[in-house]
C-alpha cells in the first residue's frame, strides 16, 4: 500500500494512503468537484479554525456541550463511511521538483500515464470509498483537479514518478 514520488525531485517522498484519513487537508470525493473550489492558503484557514475553536470555548467553555458531542459523532461516522482524497500538491511540493521536471508520469500495474506537472498539482489522489481502503484498484486513484475523470479516474497505481 506504500507508494513513492520519485524522479527529478530533490527528495523521495513515501506515501503511505493508510494514514490519510486522519490528516486534515483529505477532502469529500463525493462533494469536491460539484462545489466551487476556493484556494484559500492553508495558514489563513488553520487562523480560521483556531479562531473559531477559541470563539467557542469562550462562548461556552471548555466543557463541550451535547451539540458539540454530536457534532464529533457525526464526524467519526462520517470518516468511517466516506469516500476521501487528498490534494497531490503538498506531497509534490515536498519532493522539491527541479527546475527542468515538466511531468509526472503515473506508473500503474498494467502500463504508465503522463501528465503535465502543472496538472498534477491540482490532481486529488483518491484512498478510500465507503470508508474502506482501495485494495483491489488502488492503493489511490488519480483524478484530475478538474473532475473531468471522477467517473474513470486513473487505478492501479504504483509509484509516481517526476520527469
Not at 460539484?34 to 467557542?56: A, C, G, I, M
Not at 521538483?97 to 506508473?107: F, H, M, N, R, S
Amino acid at each position: 500500500m506504500i507508494m513513492i514520488i520519485e524522479g527529478k525531485t530533490k527528495f523521495k517522498i513515501t506515501l503511505d494512503p493508510s494514514v490519510w484519513i486522519f490528516d486534515d487537508r483529505r477532502v469529500d470525493l463525493l462533494t469536491y468537484f460539484e462545489s466551487e473550489q476556493k484556494n484559500e492558503e492553508d495558514l489563513s484557514e488553520y487562523t480560521k479554525s483556531v479562531s473559531k475553536h477559541w470563539d467557542r470555548e469562550i462562548r461556552e467553555g471548555a466543557i463541550y456541550p451535547p451539540t458539540l458531542k454530536t457534532e464529533k459523532k457525526f464526524l467519526k461516522e462520517k470518516i468511517l463511511t466516506g469516500t476521501f482524497g487528498i490534494p497531490l500538491k503538498d506531497f509534490i511540493n515536498n519532493a522539491e521538483p527541479l527546475e527542468d521536471a515538466i511531468t509526472l508520469k503515473i506508473v500503474q500495474k498494467d502500463q504508465e500515464t503522463t501528465v503535465p506537472l502543472s496538472e498534477a498539482y491540482e490532481a486529488i489522489l483518491g484512498f478510500s470509498q465507503d470508508g474502506k481502503p482501495l485494495r483491489e484498484d488502488g492503493p489511490v486513484h488519480f483524478y484530475f483537479g478538474d473532475g473531468s475523470n471522477r467517473k474513470n479516474p486513473i487505478k492501479n497505481i504504483t509509484g509516481l514518478i517526476i520527469e
